[in-house]
């Protein structure tokens, strides 16, 4: 009986995790015009300490509003007790459901992966407008909204690019362009401040 019990609670904490996550649906049409914004350094962008164990460099200031086209979560990496959360990000037509819903997208080890079997957009389209971002919650409420970031939604977040270090001499450094792919290809964002943007009226 007991083991029943259990299997109930189980099956039902999977059924609401599932409704909870499940992708928002939106309309055609591009939900993202705009491109990233990467600003230079100000006076008192300086190198801080981040859970008594990192220490971040800003290397420039970021800001965006983009679609999100995945995530993936992460519990048991090096990286997860810093950035337990990666978004693929979409903007300009990789914001488009017209143009996402002939394009397989998938993310695992960190890295953000797409297939098509013939390409909507130029294939240089779809690289430069979109990334695999590596997100650091600045705050505990950046925390609790990242948790709750569906795919299929529009986020709007600011903060800072970095380069990490721990004591023990470990680096992870972001990239400063959104032209590159491969390895080293994405953003490592200390995210100040993020937001879900209403979703359109009919959209799921």
């Known amino acids: 009986m007991r083991a029943l019990s259990l299997l109930i609670v189980v099956c039902a904490l999977g059924a609401f995790l599932a409704f909870r996550d499940r992708p928002v649906a939106q309309p055609p049409g591009i939900l993202v015009a705009d491109v990233p914004r990467q600003e230079a350094l100000r006076d008192g962008d300086r190198p801080f300490r981040h859970n008594d164990e990192f220490t971040l460099t800003p290397l420039a200031r970021f800001a965006l509003e983009a679609r999100v086209l995945g995530r993936e979560d992460y519990h048991l990496d090096t990286e997860a007790a810093l950035a337990p959360v990666d978004l693929a990000l979409g903007w300009q037509r990789m914001s488009d459901s017209a143009v996402l819903d002939r394009i397989d997208i998938d993310q695992r080890n960190r890295f953000y992966y797409w297939r098509v079997e013939a ?4 294939r ?11 997100l650091i919650p600045g705050s505990p409420t950046v925390a609790r909204r990242l948790d709750a970031v569906r795919q299929g939604e529009v986020v709007r977040l600011r903060g800072f690019l ?8 470990w680096r992870w450094r972001s990239s400063l362009t959104r032209e590159d792919t491969g390895a080293g290809a994405c953003e490592l964002i200390f995210v100040e401040w ?6 359109p009226s009919g959209a799921v």
Do not use: K, W
């Not at 993020?194 to 979703?199: A, G, W």
């Open 119 to 122: 390409f909507p957009i130029p």
């Open 162 to 169: 970095v380069e990490v270090t721990r004591d023990d001499g």
């Open 124 to 134: 240089r389209e779809i690289e430069t407008q979109s990334a695999n971002m590596h």
């Open 194 to 199: 993020l937001e879900v943007l209403p979703t």
